[in-house]
C-alpha cells in the first residue's frame, strides 16, 4: 500500500492538504474521496451517490479549501447541508482545514438566536456551512452576500429534499453566481434531485461508490414477524439474548417515539428521545450523553434523525417498518461504517407485511435473515 502522503498526492492532494490530512489521522483515501477528488480538483461539477459516513467531507473539503483566497473578505463557498448537527459536524471539518489553508468558516443554522449568527457574520467568514432555511433568512436580511460565491456544496441532498427543502435549495442556487462549481452528495438520486442537477449544474461528471450495494457491507440484516401489541415484549427479549451496545431506534411518529422512549426508561433501559421538540442544549445533552456511552438507545424519527453523525453505532432497530426501501437503505446505513460490522433488526408487525416484501424484493431475500422470537417471551 502506498504511503498516505503518496496515496492522497496522487489524488491531487497539495503539500497543504496533506499536512491537514495527516493532522486528522486518516490512513488512506476512502473510496469516494478517491473518485472524486480528482474531478473536483479539476474544477468539474460533481455529482456523489455515496452513503453517510465514507468521508466525503473532505471529498469536497479538500479542493474547495485551495481555492479559497484568504486575502479576499467575501464570502467564497456555500455548503448546504439538511441538519444543524451535520452543519456543526461539516464546520469543524472547514475549521481544521481552515488552519492549514488560512480561511474562517462559520455555521448558519436554525435553532439558536440570530443576534449569534451576526456576531459571526460580522467578524467574517470564506466559507458558510448551513440548513438551507436559515441561510434564505439571512439572504433576504441582506445580512450576508452570495456574490462572491464560486462554490457551492449540496451535502446530503436526498435528506434535505425529505426535509421539504426542496424550494429553499432552489431559491438559493438562484441567489448565487451562475459561474460556480457545485458538487453535489447523495445517498440516493431520486427524480427531484434529478432535476436540480439538470437545471442547476454544467455536465456534471456522475461519480458512484459501490453501486451494485443497495445496502452497506458489514449490516446483518435481521426481521422479527411479531404482532404490532407485541413488539416492545420482542424487543425486551431480544435486549436479554444479544449485547446491543450503542443502538439507534426508529419510529414512523413522534409520538411513537414518546412512547418507547417511556416504555424503555420504565424497563430500566438508559434511552433517550431525540425529535423537533427539543431544544438546541437538550439536543446537545442528549447526543453527548449517547456518544460517551452513558445512553445506550436513542429513539428517533426519520426527520429528527437526518444528519446526525455517530460513530460505531453497532445497532439499528427498526421498530416500525421503513415505508419505503430508500427509508430503509438510510436507517440501516447508520451502522457499519467505515469498514466495521453492525446489526439492523426490523419488527414486522402484522400490518407491515407488504411494505416489508417491498423491502425484501430490493435487497434480496438472501441478504436478510429471519430472527426468531418465542411465542412466548
Known amino acids: 500500500m502506498a504511503p498516505l502522503s503518496e496515496a492522497f498526492r496522487a489524488l491531487g492532494v497539495d503539500e497543504t492538504g496533506l499536512r491537514a490530512i495527516a493532522a486528522l489521522g486518516f490512513e488512506t483515501p476512502t473510496p469516494i474521496q478517491a ?3 480528482p474531478v473536483v480538483y479539476a474544477g468539474d461539477d460533481v455529482v456523489g451517490l455515496a452513503q453517510t459516513g ?3 467531507t473532505l471529498a469536497f473539503g479538500l479542493p ?7 486575502d479576499s473578505a467575501d ?3 456555500l455548503v448546504l447541508v439538511p441538519t444543524r448537527e451535520l452543519a456543526n459536524q461539516v464546520r469543524e471539518v472547514f475549521e481544521h482545514l481552515g488552519k492549514f489553508y488560512g480561511f474562517t468558516t462559520i455555521s448558519l443554522v436554525g435553532g439558536r438566536s440570530l443576534r449569534g449568527d451576526f456576531v459571526a457574520i460580522d467578524r467574517g467568514a470564506h466559507v458558510v456551512v448551513g440548513t438551507p432555511g436559515r441561510v434564505i433568512d439571512h439572504i433576504r436580511r ?3 452576500s ?3 460565491v464560486r462554490f457551492v456544496v449540496l451535502d446530503e441532498a436526498d435528506q434535505m429534499f425529505d426535509i421539504g427543502f426542496a424550494r429553499d435549495i432552489d431559491y438559493i442556487l438562484r441567489s448565487v453566481p451562475r459561474q460556480r462549481q457545485t458538487t453535489l452528495f447523495s445517498a440516493t438520486m431520486p427524480s427531484d434531485i434529478r432535476r436540480l442537477v439538470y437545471r442547476y449544474m454544467r455536465n456534471a461528471v456522475n461519480i458512484a461508490v459501490a453501486p451494485e450495494q443497495v445496502t452497506a457491507e458489514g ?7 411479531v404482532a404490532e401489541r407485541d413488539k416492545f415484549r420482542a424487543l425486551m427479549y431480544l435486549y436479554e439474548q444479544r449485547d446491543f451496545g450503542r443502538s439507534l431506534v426508529f419510529r414512523r411518529t413522534k409520538i411513537g417515539v414518546d412512547r418507547l422512549t417511556e ?3 420504565r424497563a430500566g433501559v438508559p434511552a433517550k428521545a431525540i425529535h423537533g421538540d427539543l431544544s438546541q442544549r437538550e439536543r446537545d445533552r442528549v447526543m453527548t450523553s449517547f456518544r460517551d456511552g452513558s445512553l445506550q438507545f436513542l429513539i428517533a424519527t426519520n426527520v429528527a434523525a437526518r444528519g446526525l453523525d455517530i460513530p460505531d453505532i453497532e445497532h439499528v432497530i427498526n421498530y416500525d417498518v421503513p415505508q419505503n426501501v430508500e427509508e430503509y437503505v438510510h436507517r440501516i446505513g447508520r451502522t457499519a461504517r467505515a469498514g466495521k460490522t453492525g446489526a439492523a433488526i426490523t419488527f414486522v408487525g402484522e400490518w407491515e407485511l407488504k411494505e416489508w416484501d417491498m423491502v425484501v424484493a430490493t435487497v434480496g431475500a438472501g441478504a436478510v435473515k429471519q430472527l426468531p422470537v418465542p411465542a412466548r417471551y
Open 64 to 70: 474547495l479549501a485551495r481555492l479559497v483566497e484568504p
Open 75 to 77: 464570502i467564497q463557498a
Open 263 to 265: 416504555q424503555l426508561q
Open 54 to 56: 465514507t468521508g466525503k
Open 146 to 148: 452570495l456574490d462572491a
Open 219 to 225: 449490516v446483518e440484516q435481521l426481521y422479527c414477524e
Open 142 to 144: 441582506r445580512t450576508i
Open 35 to 37: 473518485a472524486a477528488l
